[in-house]
């Protein structure tokens, strides 16, 4: 079965410094893996996804993901903070074998960002 | 840019009742589903939907769920009996199939408070 683990429930960054949020992805076959975020009383959006055609993907907002087979990663990060990434961002897993693949969230990572 | 909708966007129903909520996915996608998060909790898969039939279910969506696809545009996830645990923001999602990546489209979701 499929999975992804994010590390940390809570993340705090002063604005201007680096962001790195860390997601572990357990998958019997090779992985789709997304980055999605969630603002206050919003939905989900996708930030970006990996599919195989790069190692390191480029999001929206400046963020990017390295996936690392070796490592079982798929880490988000992003060289500067701002204010407005305070949000939920969830790591999910999907199965590239399958047409209707459901995506399987992470339990997720609450950014928060200090002045 | 073509959006998935969902309404209503916050929903009140008392223990027992029974209740729908609506979403209109993106016109080309084939795929839907639902997914649910609970306050505080990840966001969990509950149904896909292809070709007017469930492809998967979770263990969580049981016989008081069911899902319908009543005309061509909506989507639509029934609780018969609603409990306090079904309390959750619930989104709809919609894929199209290809040789890409199965990215799903997420709506802004449905608050459901069942008191």
């Known amino acids: 079965a499929q999975s992804v683990t994010q590390l940390g429930s809570h993340v705090s960054v002063s604005e201007g410094a680096l962001v790195l949020l860390r997601c572990n992805y357990s998958s019997s076959v090779p992985p789709y893996l997304f980055w999605y975020v969630q603002y206050p009383n919003k939905g989900l959006q996708l930030l970006l996804k990996y599919t195989s055609a790069a190692t390191l993907v480029k999001g929206i907002n400046g963020f990017e993901a390295e996936f690392k087979k070796s490592e079982t990663s798929f880490h988000l990060t992003k060289p500067s903070a701002h204010m407005s990434d305070a949000a939920e961002y969830f790591c999910a897993v999907s199965d590239r074998g399958s047409s209707a693949s459901k995506i399987i969230f992470g339990s997720g990572t609450r950014l928060s960002i200090r002045p | 840019e073509p959006e998935v909708t969902q309404t209503p966007s916050h929903q009140v129903t008392q223990m027992g009742q029974e209740v729908i909520l609506r979403c209109v996915p993106i016109s080309n996608h084939l795929y839907f589903y639902w997914y649910r998060q609970i306050l505080g909790q990840k966001v969990e898969f509950l149904v896909s939907f292809y070709n007017n039939e469930i492809s998967e279910k979770s263990e969580i969506f049981d016989d008081q769920f069911s899902v319908e696809r009543p005309d061509g545009s909506n989507f639509t996830l029934k609780i018969r009996s609603t409990k306090l645990e079904d309390s959750a923001m619930y989104f709809c999602?919609?894929?199209?199939?290809?040789?890409?990546?199965?990215?799903?489209?997420f709506g802004q979701g449905t608050r459901l408070t069942v008191v």
């Open positions: 999602a919609s894929s199209v199939p290809g040789t890409g990546v199965t990215e799903a489209f």
